[in-house]
């Protein structure tokens, strides 16, 4: 993949448009959660030492069209000590830019024209830009007003953020070294029947986890209890088996689950083979016997893909077991010189936030869902729209 990026364009005194993803967890006012905005740093830095002025749009959660400023950028721009543009419409704030500066427009999404990719809204935010700079991998997978629309009116280029996530992914996907493990965990089959069809095919392993996993065992007959699973996927959870067989790809099915009898941070575990879940038994973490045998797994591996916790990863230290063990035997290889490791997804970086490995991974990505559509093979707008043809 060929992208048009910003390492030979002249910007002294242009303006620039620059889409980052901001979209950061906010405790209180406080931003608990920085990752996003200091793998954003590279491209603003280049940016500013080439003479551009920069305005950021970006977006935080889901206001859903409304000014509603429960998810103003406010605390982001305080973060990052740049002054916020209370309307990412607004253009009065340009005639007083100088070469370096740079601003940080309210949240996009305050406007439903962005989510709708319309047209006179995109017309309307690209309005006094010369330049368009797309550094947000992780909603490239939406094809909206500031990640397609304005690339259609202006000159557009990937960031350094954006062209570094695509040639690690690339890389991985098109000449990965083997023995390849790839992990995938999270709630619903559903959501993830083709990225999980896209790794059955690439992979030499496959580890199913989570609530996946238990949709998984539910379908060749195990008991899950009171759990979250999926019986309506039994046909394709089946289906996917039969296409990792064909694919010699082996998967790997959890063997035991971290259970309570209450769906509570506090709750009692016990460890159960699926042979011994009652009825009134809640899953929430991967058991010990199956995250020994990952474990196991990993240390055979030249090449890791994670996304998704197998476990309630957030609720240290009872149910975050099987999620930690997994993110500290990948980090332990990789620190080595063992292993390869990709991770991506809001909820796993956490988890190897939370215990301490993510400066050891090989690459951490920004994405969840841009993530896992560009392994399943998907076209993602915001990026296409970047090739050179």
């Known amino acids: 993949m060929n992208l048009r990026t910003i390492d030979n364009i002249d910007l002294r005194n242009k303006f620039v448009l620059l889409r980052d993803d901001f979209n950061v967890q906010i405790v209180d006012g406080q931003i608990t959660d920085a990752f996003r905005i200091q793998q954003s740093m590279p491209t603003i830095n280049k940016l500013r030492e080439k003479g551009a002025k920069i305005a950021i749009c970006a977006h935080l959660g889901r206001p859903k069209g409304t000014r509603n400023m429960e998810f103003t950028l406010a605390p982001v721009a305080e973060y990052m000590k740049i002054p916020l543009i209370p309307d990412c419409l607004d253009k009065d704030f340009l005639d007083t830019m100088k070469e370096g500066d740079v601003v940080l427009l309210e949240n996009v999404r305050f406007y439903p024209g962005e989510e709708a990719n319309d047209p006179a809204f995109a017309a309307e935010l690209a309005k006094g830009f010369d330049v368009f700079v797309n550094d947000a991998f992780a909603v490239s997978h939406r094809a909206h007003a500031s990640t397609v629309g304005v690339a259609e009116i202006l000159p557009s280029y990937a960031g350094e953020l954006l062209s570094s996530e695509i040639q690690h992914l690339s890389q991985v996907m098109e000449n990965p070294k083997r023995p390849l493990l790839s992990i995938v965990a999270g709630s619903k089959i559903s959501t993830k029947i083709g990225v999980l069809k896209a790794l059955a095919k690439l992979s030499d392993m496959l580890i199913v986890g989570g609530a996946l996993g238990t949709t998984f065992n539910y379908a060749?007959?195990?008991?899950?209890?009171?759990?979250?699973?999926?019986?309506?996927?039994?046909?394709?959870?089946?289906?996917?088996?039969?296409?990792?067989?064909?694919?010699?790809?082996?998967?790997?099915?959890?063997?035991?689950?971290?259970?309570?009898?209450?769906?509570?941070?506090?709750?009692?575990?016990?460890?159960?083979?699926?042979?011994?879940?009652?009825?009134?038994?809640?899953?929430?973490?991967?058991?010990?016997?199956?995250?020994?045998?990952?474990?196991?797994?990993?240390?055979?591996?030249?090449?890791?893909?994670?996304?998704?916790?197998?476990?309630?990863?957030?609720?240290?230290?009872?149910?975050?077991?099987?999620?930690?063990?997994?993110?500290?035997?990948?980090?332990?290889?990789?620190?080595?010189?063992?292993?390869?490791?990709?991770?991506?997804?809001?909820?796993?970086?956490?988890?190897?936030?939370a215990c301490g490995v993510k400066d050891d991974i090989t690459y951490v990505s920004t994405g969840g869902g841009a993530f896992l559509e560009f392994i399943e093979g998907r076209t993602l707008p915001g990026i296409a729209i970047l090739e050179d043809k």
């Open 220 to 353: 060749l007959g195990g008991k899950v209890g009171n759990s979250l699973y999926e019986a309506d996927q039994k046909d394709t959870a089946l289906e996917i088996l039969e296409y990792a067989k064909e694919n010699n790809c082996e998967v790997l099915l959890p063997l035991d689950k971290g259970v309570a009898k209450e769906f509570t941070r506090d709750a009692t575990r016990t460890n159960k083979n699926f042979d011994e879940i009652e009825e009134d038994d809640i899953i929430i973490d991967a058991g010990e016997e199956t995250t020994a045998r990952d474990v196991a797994a990993i240390k055979t591996a030249a090449t890791v893909i994670w996304n998704g916790t197998v476990g309630m990863a957030e609720w240290m230290p009872t149910w975050s077991y099987g999620s930690f063990e997994l993110a500290k035997a990948i980090a332990e290889q990789t620190k080595a010189g063992k292993l390869e490791s990709i991770v991506g997804g809001g909820d796993t970086v956490a988890a190897l936030e």
